[in-house]
């Protein structure tokens, strides 16, 4: 691969939090990079790291060592405001377990928040809506409020939150984790629709395998490091191998 093919390197980063009288090293010397247009899995074991590290990559938290380069550059001033805000504004979406949105706010009044925060002039913020609410299939849901529609078609509105910046990268921790076995596939396959409309690179921390298959690689997490790596071939076999490779960090684990 060449280095241009980079758009997210990751080199030592630590984080320690430090609780009354006792720390607790949740990331440790964590390296790698994300390529262009790659969707990356990250998997592991509860609290070893995996949503620390999407926090420090989302510029919400702030690792004690190591550099993050974007594209080439290590970001100014990343994690101190008002730049960390600017960061995020600039080059993550990010989407949650839990959607977050915003309860008051219509469904594509939710998806154009990103472009209004960025200032937009309202036509182009129209049309991007538009764009986007076609292509997570939810137009005729447009005018309703985010209680009205069932978790799948929340996290929908979220992924087209997340998008509409075109942001260099994607992050989503657990986007699965509430919804149903048919929903999760329908939304990975939305997920994996707009990797390749728009070669949208993406992190997206799981606990479950059968997620982990969509990705063209996982990093397996376990006490704040890497341990493992996979490359999905994108055959059946990839399940059996996560799985395997997941229950061996899961029993080294206790
Ligand atoms: N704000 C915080 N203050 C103190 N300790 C924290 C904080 N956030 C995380 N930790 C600790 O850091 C470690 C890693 O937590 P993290 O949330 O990153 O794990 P995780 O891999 O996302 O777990 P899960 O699968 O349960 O979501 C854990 O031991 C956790 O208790
Ligand atoms: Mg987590």
Redesign the pocket.
Known sequence: MENSDIVLSVKNLC?T???TGHK?Q??KNVSFHLYRGELLAVM??????????L?ILGAL?EPNEGMIMLNGMVKENMFTEPYATQYRRENIGFIFQSFNLLKDLTVEENIALPLILKGKESDEIDKKVRQMLEMVGLMEWKKHRPIQLSGGQQQRVAIARALITSPPIVLA??PTGNLDFNTSTDILNVLVDMKKRFHQSMIV?T?DPFVATYADRVLF?RD?QIVDVYRCTYEQEDLDRILEKFKKIMGKSQ
Do not use: I, P, R
């Not at 074991?45 to 949503?51: Q, V, Y």
């Open positions: 984080k939090y430090e609780g607790v949740a990331l592991g074991t509860s609290g070893s790291g995996k949503s620390t590290l926090n938290d921790d657990e921390v606990h997490f704040g």
